[in-house]
């Protein structure tokens, strides 16, 4: 597994620059599972460029807001803001946040039950009052990943070699097919589960986490 944690200097181009921060990938026996979604072009597709480096191509979480769109302006086409990250790990503990004007987002990832259950826990902390707002999540699979739905909250997600795992999360899911890129002019498609909660005016440290978990444990053909 990895968390998106960079660390930069103000002086770097930004063109390369993905909405990732806080983003994750999974990979089990070798296959990957939850990915990074590549890029597929640079400046030919605008449109196909911006979706894959965008928000949503991403394992993240996010307010759906102006400030995690990406212009399609081609002059604006390799200028993207990064937010500073913090991080650190812990034997079976990793966490990360950013912060910005408003608020403070963190995710803390645990090992549970020697490494056969992830849990992913997300949270917002609210430093002064803003108005409402959508609170997102993304899970974006490799493809040949079959996605099948139990319940809102629950979902079977097995791989090619017919190995599965079991995700559940606190936030209702729904599935939609999405596009990924395992190299240059390179486009596929592939699945992810988005989910959203919306909130009134919020103010205050009010603390909103969402808990997210894998479970390896739910098939016994599958061993880390």
Known sequence: MTLRHPTFKISQPTGHFHKDELSLTLIHNNSPLIIDPGTSTYSGNTKLRNQLRSVESHSTF??????NQISDDPKKLFELRRKEINSFGNGGLMHANIKSNNFEQQRQISFLDDAQKICVEDSWVFQKKIKA????????????????????????????????????????????AWLCSSGYTDIKTCYKLTGSISSNALSGKVVTTICTEFDYSSNDSMTT
Do not use: C, G, H
């Not at 996010?62 to 400030?67: A, G, R």
């Not at 899970?139 to 070699?161: H, L, M, P, Q």
């Open 62 to 67: 996010f307010l759906k807001n102006s400030e």
């Open 133 to 176: 707002q959508t609170l997102s999540w993304n899970w974006v699979f490799a493809e040949n990943i079959i996605v099948e739905k139990r319940s809102s909250y629950s979902w079977t997600v097995t791989t090619k070699s017919n190995e599965s795992f079991l995700l559940s999360s606190t936030v209702p899911l729904n599935v939609d």
